[in-house]
DNA sequence: AAGGTAACTTGTCAATGGCTAGATCGAGGG
DNA sequence: CCCTCGATCTAGCCATTGACAAGTTACCTT
């Protein structure tokens, strides 16, 4: 066992997302990822506090990713809730955890600021689609989004593909 | 301890239930409903096999209890959604239970065969309010309302009426 | 009243999370 | 070149939990 494995907070996080998103975040325990990491049981908990604290930095790593992809937003309001369905389908762990904030340190200042930081990007994204009645347009456009999403997830959506079926779906809706 | 508790099985689930509510259900643990129901360790497990039993018995009453909640429905989309978040303002802790299902035995028949019945009840619900274009008109309202629900639970919708909000954000969105 | 069965208890084990004290490594100052 | 110091990790421990097996009690039928 040589100390100073160099990067175990990184693979620790690595493979904590690969756990989550095959078995979910109640299979995940601190013990099995030492031993993947090849590293004694109470280290990953130095990088992290306690569980919670790891499943905090992902929920906050999944708020940047979020932020990062409606960066670049279409004015398309419907192409805005397919970059969020894409996001969810990309990261199924990050997405997993930041809407259980049971699991995690909800008042951690990290994710407070990586939270409300897409929020700020969501909110801008939706004003230069749709300029008039921000906030109803955002809350309509982020459930309906949000809600395909979980239900796609919870595997009550069949296996269409998800971003085609958005797009449908939200046609029904949305006229932008 | 007096043998024969007469009623152990109902008021293991509705301790969880109130649990549920008001920890999450990653503080749930068996001994604890066991101390509080005042019997042994091993005495909850025996009416539900495991843990996941426990749950399972909560996802298949919650999906008969929305089942019930959506039999006498409005014909207005609208109001069907209210009725959605209704249900989860009222029974908590069941649907947060529903949509984890990997918390739970998700191929056990009697979670089948009550989700289905309560599919059954949403799909018919939304054919009398919007006879056109069925399937997605269900999935849209369904995604609205579920996602509503979902970022409401969270705490990422403030501290609103939920359903008279609801009422809103679905006006922006739905005609009928 | 005898036996059978449902409901519960008691005892045990392995796994887990978290804590504490100690070991090791690497970098920077003298 | 050595020494210290802080960051990183190990080793050992304990309480809690879920699961299981075997035994016990009470009700119910005949």
């Known amino acids: 066992m040589a100390y100073h494995h160099g990067d175990l907070r990184r693979v ?26 090849g590293v004694s049981h109470a280290a990953p908990a130095y990088h992290f506090g306690d569980k919670a604290g790891l499943l905090t930095a992902i929920a906050v790593e999944g708020y940047e990713l979020l932020a990062d992809a409606l960066a670049e937003a279409p004015g398309d309001l419907r192409e805005l809730g397919v970059r969020y369905v894409r996001f969810a389908l990309d990261h199924p762990a990050h997405f997993e955890i930041m809407f259980r904030p049971d699991l995690y340190h909800r008042d951690a200042a990290e994710v407070i600021a990586a939270r409300d930081r897409a929020g700020r990007r969501l909110r801008a994204a939706v004003r230069t689609a749709r300029p008039g009645k921000p906030d109803l347009a ?26 085609e079926l958005f797009r449908a779906v939200a046609g029904q809706t949305f006229t932008t």
Chains 1, 2 share one sequence.
């Open 12 to 37: 620790v996080l690595d493979t904590a997302q690969r756990v989550i998103a095959e078995s979910g975040p109640a299979a995940l325990n601190l013990r099995d990822l030492a031993r993947r990491a």
């Open 138 to 163: 955002r809350l309509a456009a982020w459930s309906l989004a949000h809600g395909f999403t979980m239900l796609w997830r919870t595997g009550n959506l069949g296996d269409a593909d998800p971003a």
